[in-house]
């Protein structure tokens, strides 16, 4: 009996060293600490920081970028058909191209918003286009919105696969010499896209 009461907390002592020794060879605090501050940093140089500027336009290619812009040609809802070297060629005007989805919030929100930039700005070609999204869906939706820019559906994904986003609405901003120059990934306000068209066709 003595001998029993003399092992157990032999065994229990083990046991606790060994977690102990398991836990101590987890992650070193200044490993954790520099992957933290890592992210943080990275979030403010990709979104910025809106504690002390207020709301700012999350961007990809804040300069330019010297990255040609993907050929794609789409048939519009109006009938006639888009291609981008072709209306670079003989048209000449910068092209802002917007990608939507009739189950996009943020998509209704600023349509209207671009509406109104392109009817103000007809120095730039402004182009919609639905993507990951349903034919059927897309067409009512664009009915019931309205807007008097060009819009097109992506039925075969050429459009989305050649301009990948995180999410909609995502806008790139194509020069008259067919480089991205901006990439905008979320809503934008009237005032916004004319800054930025002053800032980068201007």
Known sequence: MDDADET????????????EGKRSRGW?????????????VAGIV???????SGPTIP??????????????????LDGT?????????????PVILNLWASWCGPCREEMPALDAVARAN???YLIGVAVDDEPTAARRFADE???????????????GSR?????????????????????????????QVEDLIDELFG
């Open 59 to 76: 961007t990809i290619g804040g300069t330019p970028t010297g990255n040609a812009a993907p050929e794609f040609a789409i048939d519009l």
């Open 163 to 191: 301009y990948p986003s995180p999410g909609l609405p995502a806008t790139f901003f194509i020069d008259a010499q067919g480089q991205i120059v901006r990439i905008v990934f979320g809503a934008v306000t009237q005032d």
């Open 46 to 52: 990709i979104f910025g920081d809106d504690a002390e």
């Open 81 to 93: 058909r888009f291609r981008l070297s072709d209306h670079l060629a003989s048209d000449g005007r």
């Open 28 to 40: 070193p605090l200044g490993v954790l600490t520099l992957i933290v501050v890592t992210f943080v």
């Open 145 to 159: 919105i309205g807007v008097g820019y060009p819009l097109a559906i992506d039925e075969d994904n050429t459009v």
């Open 8 to 19: 157990a907390p032999s065994e229990e002592s083990d046991t606790t060293s060994s977690f």
């Open 122 to 124: 007809p120095g730039v």
